[in-house]
C-alpha cells in the first residue's frame, strides 16, 4: 500500500495534476482552488513550463493540514 492511496482510488498512479484534477480530488471548482492558491492558502503549485500543476504529494499535506480534530 502507497501513501497515494490516503486519497483513494481517484488519484491511481498519477503524480501531477492539473488545475481540474486537483479541483476534482479536493472536491470543490476549479475556480475556488484557483482562488485559494491566488491568494496563497492552497495546496504549493508546481510550474512546469507555463503549465500549472499540482503534486499529489503536495494534495495530500494540504488536506491534512485542513484536518479538524473533533472535540471531547
Excluded: N
Aim: some cysteine; proline content about 4%; charged content about 25%.
Amino acid at each position: 500500500m502507497t501513501k497515494h492511496q490516503d486519497i483513494g482510488t481517484q488519484a491511481g498512479s498519477k503524480l501531477l495534476y492539473d488545475l481540474q484534477g486537483a479541483a476534482a480530488l479536493l472536491s470543490m471548482t476549479p475556480g475556488a482552488l484557483r482562488d485559494l492558491c491566488y491568494k496563497g492558502r492552497g495546496p504549493v503549485v508546481t510550474k512546469v513550463g507555463r503549465r500549472t500543476f499540482f503534486y499529489i504529494d503536495d494534495l495530500i499535506a494540504f488536506i491534512r493540514l485542513h484536518r479538524e480534530v473533533p472535540l471531547r
